[in-house]
């Protein structure tokens, strides 16, 4: 079984961290993920960089921004990875937009993940159609679970069939917004939440954009299996040093 | 290149392999909604007959199709210039935005929004609001805004506001991204009125079906003056690709006319500061469309270069990747310097000050023969007051 598909079944609420590859320095990638662990968070996602992230706020982007200038690309990342699996065992998702996975080639880019070992991928802009028609065999074959998002304009029938063609989990974005916009649930967001949970999905949800604190992570768990933390990470980084990770993730969880 | 193909866009959203709608789950809903309907609501006859009266009364159509006897002496060969340079707001560009606020307004939006490279796009789309009374927010990079400061004015004048767009290289395609994560922040309300025949399906077709009433005059008016719908070639620059699209519609399926789209080579295709995407660029994603894109081998998008704002994308709308690899339409580059002196040229002989864009289209005639009875349309896509300062830095005037 995938790694997340066993992290998933763990009677707990979930705290998956992102972060941007390459930022704040080039070669943090593996010390970021080792300090994660450490801290006892439950899933990362890694972001892998790109020039123009349309679903991304200014935090992202900027970190995003730097980490290309900071010298990050597909090749950097997997070299930087490829021994990871010898001292990590928790989930690893990469995150990034499809442009730079097209160019490596999605086969040899999924075969490269199965070798080191990564668990899933999240690619906010390859369609559903696309992934389903061209891609969801590839994806299987390599033992990767992709992610796919719904947000509270996703129609109800258009839930459904992200449900039946997803074999991990969901990843609700909790209000339509690009990443790092928000401040807070209100109840329309609250009422969102309730509505999926209601829809007793096969795949558990985990709730992204806008979680930044205890307050936030403890409101949307209360619905969801889990939540995503990624622009308020991405700035505590740029303030402190990788030993302070665990005070973060315990600010978060407790 | 196969005599029977079909050069519109099928079914799916797509030219060839070219297009569809590579975009985040967030869009999916407005880009949906916008599928679905447009072309239900083109074809009503409400919408028709305000399009066309507005096209008429306020945009000043149908644009002359000229035909220019001192340029065709010149390169003995019949030149008509397609005088889109004489629409409202001095460019191609107002067909679309007149297109698209009636298509936002029975959407029921009430918000618009709109990216801009130098200003021409904004200005049609703050124009148009102005018209219809609706809210508009520009999106323009930050170095755009500094260097394209009349249009940043006229477009405050019209009431939008202009918001720089501060990420990445801070020029058109990071306004186009910030646009986009505007309309993922307001996925209800607003309406984005996208500038060229780029972006996730249906943009590129719908842009280039407004667009399309250039080619649509050029046969009729062809017809009155020559007794054929039919020129032997149409040319026409390419930045995102509209005016293109436009004035080849009419003609994408018939291939005795020769298309000819013309990309700026910058300081030379080969000097790192170029726009030519058919040149320089190869398959992948930009701004949800899968088309032929300027990036690097790991997939991060460059930074195009030329002297003129409105040809400085990095990428070309999907309908031409596809003409260009079908080999449906011949691509040509042309050089700043070699866009520039067409431009003074075409003043100096036929009066008309053309934008740089076009002057770029015009350039052609000195790389290519054509022959004395060959009948040459040259979409003559916008004015050149917005360029002035250029021509008078270059030319020393």
């Known amino acids: 079984m995938n790694r997340i598909q066993q992290k998933l079944k763990e009677d707990k609420k979930l705290l998956s961290i992102y972060f941007s590859a390459g930022f704040p320095n080039l070669n943090d990638t593996v010390a970021i993920i080792k300090n994660l662990e450490k801290s006892g968070v439950d899933m990362i996602e890694i972001g892998l960089p790109f020039s123009d992230p349309l679903a991304d ?54 075969k490269k993940c199965k070798t080191i070992g990564i668990d899933g991928l999240i690619i906010p802009d390859l369609p559903i159609d696309v992934y389903n028609n061209e891609y969801k065999t590839i994806f299987e074959t390599y033992g990767l679970i992709n992610v796919f998002l719904i947000t509270p304009q996703t129609s109800v029938e258009r839930i459904k069939f992200i449900d039946s063609i997803s074999n991990g989990f969901i990843y609700m974005v909790s209000s339509a917004s690009v990443t790092g916009s928000s401040s807070g649930f209100g109840d329309a967001q609250i009422n969102y939440f309730k509505r999926i949970a209601d829809m007793t999905l096969k795949n558990p949800q985990i709730v992204g954009f806008g979680i930044s604190n205890n307050e936030t992570f403890t409101q949307a768990t209360q619905y969801a299996k889990g939540a995503i933390i990624g622009s308020a990470f991405i700035k505590f980084l740029s303030n402190n040093t990788f030993n302070k990770i665990d005070e973060f993730s315990n600010s978060i969880l407790n | 290149m196969t005599k029977n193909m079909n050069y519109n866009i099928n079914n799916n959203g797509y030219y060839g392999e070219f297009g569809g709608a590579y975009i985040p789950e967030m869009l999916y809903p407005n880009v949906e909604e916008l599928r679905q309907n447009y072309l239900k609501i083109m074809a009503e006859p409400s919408f028709k007959a305000e399009f066309d009266q507005l096209l008429k009364d306020y945009v000043g159509r149908p644009s002359p199709l000229y035909f220019a006897k001192r340029l065709s002496e010149k390169y003995t060969t019949k030149i008509y210039l397609k005088r889109e340079d004489l629409n409202h707001t001095g460019a191609h560009k107002i067909n679309n935005t007149i297109g698209q606020i009636l298509m936002a307004q029975r959407l029921g939006k009430t918000r618009i929004i709109a990216e801009t490279g130098a200003g021409q796009h904004g200005v049609a789309t703050a124009t148009v609001c102005a018209l219809m009374g609706l809210e508009c927010i ?260």
Not at chain 2, 190 to 212: C, E, K, L, N, W
Not at chain 2, 234 to 250: D, E, I, K, L, T
Not at chain 2, 295 to 310: H, V
Request: aromatic share 8%.
């Open chain 2, 138 to 397: 520009v999106y323009m990079g930050e170095i755009d805004i500094a260097r394209q400061a009349p249009n940043v004015a006229r477009m405050k004048m019209l009431g939008a506001e202009v918001r720089p767009a501060l990420s990445g290289s801070r020029t058109l395609k990071d306004a186009t991204n910030e646009a986009i994560r505007d309309w993922i922040n307001n996925p209800v309300n607003t309406h984005y009125i996208i500038g060229s025949v780029v972006g996730p399906h249906p943009y590129p077709d719908m842009v280039a079906r407004f667009q399309a009433i250039v080619s649509e005059e050029i046969q009729w008016q062809l017809k009155d003056k020559e007794g054929t719908d039919k020129p032997d070639y149409v040319v026409a620059c390419v930045g995102g690709g509209s005016n293109a699209a436009g004035a080849f519609y009419h003609y994408l399926n018939d291939t005795d006319v020769k298309l000819i789209a013309v990309e700026a080579a910058g300081k030379g295709i080969h000097s790192g500061q170029s726009a030519a995407t058919s040149a320089l660029g190869f398959e992948g994603i930009i701004h949800g469309s899968k088309t032929l894109l300027m990036q690097t081998n790991d997939g991060q998008i460059t930074e195009p270069y030329s002297i003129s704002a409105g040809l400085d994308y990095p990428g070309v709308g999907p309908m031409h990747a596809h003409l260009y690899k079908s080999g449906r339409a011949k691509f040509m580059s042309i050089t700043d310097s070699e866009a520039m002196t067409a431009g003074l040229e075409l003043s100096q002989l036929e009066g008309i000050i053309p934008a740089i864009e076009s002057s770029h289209a015009l350039a052609i005639l000195n790389q290519k023969a054509f022959k004395t009875n060959d009948i040459v349309v040259i979409n003559l896509s916008g004015r050149g007051d917005k360029d002035l300062q250029n021509y008078i830095d270059y030319f020393k005037l």
């Open chain 1, 57 to 110: 706020g200014p935090t992202i982007q900027a970190s995003s921004t730097q980490a290309l200038k900071n010298g990050m690309t597909t090749e950097v990342l997997f070299n930087q990875l490829k021994d990871i699996r010898k001292t990590v065992s928790i989930p690893l998702i990469i995150m990034g937009y499809f442009n730079p996975i097209l160019q490596y080639g999605v086969e040899a880019f999924c």
